[in-house]
């Protein structure tokens, strides 16, 4: 992998201080813009001297801070997730849109729903766990029973038929359950209606998710040498990879239950921290989470802005930021040979 | 060496008949089945214009248009993947892998949007103009997929990571459009995203029947070509065949028939990528048996799906390309596993 830069760490940690700030400031500007402007003097009172007898207050603090955390902890939480998911595989097409993780999560989401309308909102988000749980080992299924194991391109097709098979059950489960809309949520991805509630969520399940990848960092850095050499080195490998995919799991799961199937930003931002940051997973993984929650935070923004005062779902913009990553990916290491 | 030739032959016409057969058998069945039976005894006496004012109304403008439409999309997508899996000699080819169901769907949409504003207001004029939409759309996306594939040469594993990626970014656009029209209904956006017969009537029959009936044949007339080029280039080439304008040549008429069914019946994926296999399991790469085969089984699979579609969650219409999608994925990853 190139690396714009040699590891002078000085320079890396200014480029994520400097990414961070950045991501401050578009949390800022994702709060003061929607269908009122709100003067970012406003938006400093309403979140420090908070007044709940002014809309615009009440307005920042139950509708568009949540919306913006939402979004920050979502586009970290795909990002960490698909950083693990291509050290740990040496894929550089594996993150969980392209695998069909999204779409797993999302068919238990609407299974749940349609059959147990009731369950609390705990219930959603653990089934939707166990449906990324269920989408990854489909896809590991097929890639143990393949000649050659999951090349790239297999990689890819194999998300891609797994991807539809899911979407096309949920689809029919949703048309029969009168639920139409959440569907439509759900498959494009979106983040109007997010609450503290959510942000509460995410915010435990990202605790757990991203303090296990970051605790093997270091080994999914030796794995992503090879597996050989990772053995060699008297890494237990099966462990490392068994806590790497419960991170991806709580990540991806916690991630597509408050926002649906937001795509190719797990693709995108390990490939970009990669490039600037070097293959050093402990600095991969970190960055990726400030990267992927800048880049979604904007994605949203744009999602406001193309068609105001519609939303448009915020995975069509990611798709569209990310189709032509992953055009030059395919171009590249991934269709090579 | 002869007779194996006509057992062959002997096999082929066989297997047809029995197409023939169940496409009948399977169409009397789904002409009589639905929220209103009618008896089989019935469609006949209506279809010889015996039957009651109210089976005559059912029969002709809501069942039938549908599942003929159903039987000619079904055709158009399978002779398609036949086509572009012979030129691109990759066995994972298909029209709605490559993006180019898609790219045509987008091209309608975009039609329906400029001039009309929404679906319902179909004209007839626009009704005949929205297949050579979707085959310019249909062109447009092949052309662009080959382009960014393009590198020395178009490598098949490239073409179809390329077509995987296009995909994605033509269904963010429909999305995007879809919703500027209709902002809340996302079962239409499932027309072009999974496929579905989203206008039957007689006009669309009619807007799509030459398309079908005129370049199925001429795929037919250019069997031995494809025969050359699933051998491969190299081959081709020695064999005395301009190898890139038969290959050109052949991607317009798959391309214009993807096009021509997308319109019709919206994005309906993997049809075209498993008829073809199942064809050749039958009787082998040679493609004058392999295109009447899938011309056959491509429009018995899409008219089995719409009757599972209509009938299986009654009053629940389940949109067609989702149920071709449930029932051929599975094969898909077969292919798949065992595919090098």
Excluded: C
């Excluded at chain 1, 040699?6 to 201080?17: A, D, F, R, Y």
């Excluded at chain 1, 990414?19 to 970012?40: E, Q």
């Excluded at chain 1, 992927?292 to 913009?317: C, H, Q, W, Y």
């Amino acid at each position: 992998m190139l690396s714009f830069m040699n590891h002078s760490s000085p320079l890396k940690i200014i480029l994520n201080v400097a990414a961070m700030i950045l991501l401050l400031l578009f949390i800022g500007v994702s709060v003061s813009y929607g269908t009122t402007n709100i003067h970012f003097a406003t938006v400093w009172q309403a979140i420090f001297h908070f007044n709940p007898n002014l809309t615009s207050h009440q307005v920042i603090q139950e509708l568009r801070l949540p919306r913006a955390f939402s979004a920050a902890l979502v586009g970290a939480f795909l990002a960490v997730s698909g950083a693990i998911m291509q050290g740990m595989t040496r894929n550089p097409l594996a993150s969980p849109s392209i695998m069909g993780v999204t779409d797993g999560a999302a068919f238990a989401l609407v299974m749940m729903l349609a059959f147990f309308p009731h369950l609390p909102g705990a219930g959603l988000t653990v089934s939707s766990f166990i449906g990324a749980g269920l989408a990854v080992a489909l896809i590991f299924t097929i890639g143990a029973f393949s000649k050659g194991g999951l090349t790239p391109v297999k990689l890819a097709l194999a998300g891609v038929a797994i991807g539809t098979m899911l979407r096309s059950i949920t689809s029919v489960t949703a048309f029969h359950f009168n639920l139409e809309k959440e569907l439509g949520f759900w498959i494009a991805g979106g983040l109007d209606g997010s609450s503290w509630a959510h942000v509460k969520l995410l915010l435990i399940s990202g605790i757990i998710g991203f303090l296990v990848a970051v605790f093997i960092s270091k080994s999914i850095t030796v794995l992503s040498l090879g597996e050989d050499m990772a053995i060699g080195l008297g890494q237990n490998n099966l462990m490392i990879k068994a806590l790497g995919v419960f991170s991806i799991l709580i990540l991806t799961g916690a991630a597509v239950s408050v926002a649906g199937a937001v795509g190719f930003v797990g693709l995108i931002v390990p490939h970009i921290t990669r490039f600037i940051m070097g293959t050093d997973y402990r600095w991969i993984i970190p960055s990726s989470a400030i990267f992927g929650a800048l880049l979604l935070v904007v994605a949203d923004i744009v999602s406001r802005l193309i068609n105001a005062p519609f939303e448009t779902p915020v995975g069509a913009i990611t798709s569209l930021i990310g189709v032509p990553f992953f055009l030059y990916l395919a171009r590249g290491s991934g269709g090579g040979k | 060496m002869q007779t194996a030739e006509v057992k062959k032959k002997k096999k082929f016409i066989a297997i047809l008949a029995l197409l023939f057969l169940l496409i009948i058998m399977m169409f009397f069945f789904s002409v009589s089945t639905g929220v209103i039976k009618i008896a089989p005894g019935d469609v006949i006496r209506t279809l010889l214009q015996n039957g009651t004012a109210k089976q005559e109304l059912i029969l002709f403008e809501f069942r039938l248009p549908g599942i003929v439409l159903a039987l000619l999309i079904g055709a158009g997508l399978a002779v398609s993947g036949v086509i572009l899996q012979a030129i691109t000699q990759n066995e994972l080819a298909d029209p709605g892998i490559l993006g180019i169901n898609t790219g045509a769907g987008l091209a309608v949409v975009l039609f329906i949007y400029f001039f009309q504003g929404d679906f319902v207001s179909a004209s007839q004029w626009s009704i005949f103009m929205m297949p050579f939409a979707a085959l310019l759309g249909a062109i447009g996306a092949a052309f662009l997929i080959y382009v960014l594939a393009w590198k020395n040469g178009v490598n098949p594993i490239r073409l179809v990571l390329v077509g995987i990626g296009v995909n994605a970014g033509f269904g963010a656009f429909l999305t995007i459009f879809q919703l500027k029209m209709d902002p809340q209904d996302f079962r239409q956006a499932s027309v072009w995203l999974t496929g579905d017969i989203w206008n039957a009537n007689w006009t669309f029959v009619g807007a799509l029947l030459p398309w079908i009936l005129i370049l199925i044949p001429i795929a037919l007339s250019k069997a031995y070509g494809l025969n050359v080029l699933h051998l491969g280039d190299d081959l081709a080439k020695g064999l005395g065949t301009s190898v890139e304008r038969e290959r050109q040549m052949l991607l317009l008429i798959a391309v214009a028939l993807a096009g021509a069914s997308v319109a019709a019946g919206g994005g309906i994926a993997f049809l075209g990528l498993v008829v073809p296999h199942i064809a050749r399991k039958l009787l082998g790469p040679l493609h004058q048996y392999i295109i009447p085969l899938s011309t056959l089984i491509g429009a018995l699979l899409l008219m089995v799906s719409d009757t599972i579609g209509k009938n299986l969650l009654a009053p629940t219409q389940i949109p067609v390309g989702i149920v071709v999608s449930i029932l051929s994925a599975p094969y898909f990853i077969y292919l798949l596993i065992k595919a090098k």
